[in-house]
């Protein structure tokens, strides 16, 4: 069955967050991702496939049809559309991660699925991060956007009423590795190449850092989903 020239507009607008956020309609590609979603509680729209491999309705497209829609260079063997849910109340967590302007997919992606390894059920996120239904996102995050919650907000806002301590990392803040960490609290991750903005700096109660090691001390920072591996490491393993 052929794809038709509508689907293939509405799948490539999705590419855009204005579209995605007009449609309430965002992208997951790959078997293994799709199947995550279809467990979940999000709701599928329309599913594209080479083959029936999926226990729900899918209109059957050829390889060539499915590389014309793909984002990928190397495309799977299905694509799926799904509806963004509507925003639900806020978990109440002991221990939040907040992310200040996280622009790169790939970050933010990465970001989610270890917030799924260390247990984090709620992340919040400024309003300029990028947007989580991005595919490479979505792609990136390999189905832990199903478990972890997600609220944009504004984060200068948010943390002004947050009851909860705030803790942000910085260069200069006190070792991960011998400074008490929070069991309750809100952890915030600064951009990628500017850190945590000076407005969010004035709401942070204590700076926490990762120190360098190397006899040279040569490397000025670290990738920050990287860096954010590492700190919800040291506050699981106190």
């Given at each position: 069955?052929?794809?038709?020239?509508?689907?293939?507009?509405?799948?490539?607008?999705?590419?855009?967050?204005?579209?995605?956020?007009?449609?309430?309609?965002?992208?997951v590609?790959?078997?293994?991702?799709?199947?995550?979603?279809?467990?979940?509680?999000f709701?599928?729209?329309?599913?594209?496939?080479?083959?029936?491999?999926?226990?729900?309705?899918?209109?059957l497209?050829?390889?060539?049809?499915?590389?014309r829609?793909?984002?990928?260079?190397?495309?799977?063997?299905?694509?799926?559309?799904?509806?963004?849910?509507?925003?639900?109340?806020?978990?109440?967590s002991?221990?939040?991660?907040?992310?200040?302007?996280?622009?790169?997919?790939?970050?933010?992606?990465t970001?989610?699925?270890?917030?799924?390894?260390?247990?984090?059920?709620?992340?919040?996120?400024?309003?300029?991060?990028?947007?989580?239904?991005?595919?490479?996102?979505?792609q990136?995050?390999?189905?832990?956007?199903?478990?972890?919650?997600?609220?944009?907000?504004?984060?200068?806002?948010?943390?002004?009423?947050?009851?909860?301590?705030?803790?942000?990392?910085?260069?200069?803040?006190?070792?991960?590795y011998?400074?008490?960490?929070?069991?309750?609290?809100?952890?915030?991750m600064?951009?990628?190449?500017?850190?945590?903005?000076?407005?969010?700096?004035?709401?942070?109660?204590?700076?926490i850092?990762?120190?360098?090691?190397?006899?040279?001390?040569a490397?000025?920072?670290?990738?920050?989903?990287?860096?954010?591996?590492?700190?919800?490491?040291?506050?699981?393993?106190?």
């Open positions: 069955m052929s794809i038709t020239k509508n689907e293939i507009k509405l799948i490539k607008s999705l590419g855009q967050k204005k579209f995605r956020q007009q449609e309430e309609l965002f992208l590609e790959g078997v293994k991702g799709i199947r995550e979603f279809l467990d979940s509680e709701e599928l729209y329309q599913l594209f496939a080479t083959e029936a491999i999926f226990d729900v309705e899918t209109k497209i050829s390889s060539k049809d499915l590389q829609i793909s984002g990928l260079k190397s495309p799977n063997t299905a694509l799926a559309i799904f509806r963004i849910p509507k925003p639900k109340p806020e978990k109440e002991s221990l939040i991660l907040a992310l200040d302007d996280v622009r790169d997919p790939g970050n933010l992606g970001i989610i699925r270890l917030c799924d390894w260390f247990g984090i059920e709620t992340l919040v996120c400024s309003l300029e991060t990028v947007d989580c239904y991005n595919p490479k996102v979505v990136a995050s390999m189905g832990s956007l199903t478990r972890v919650q997600i609220k944009y907000t504004d984060l200068e806002d948010y943390l002004k009423q947050s009851e909860l301590e705030t803790f942000g990392t910085f260069m200069d803040g006190s070792s991960i011998s400074e008490a960490l929070p069991k309750k609290g809100i952890i915030v600064g951009n990628e190449a500017n850190g945590i903005s000076p407005n969010i700096e004035r709401l942070i109660h204590k700076k850092g990762i120190p360098r090691f190397g006899n040279l001390k490397t000025e920072s670290l990738n920050v989903a990287t860096a954010t591996a590492i700190v919800l490491s040291a506050v699981k393993g106190q």
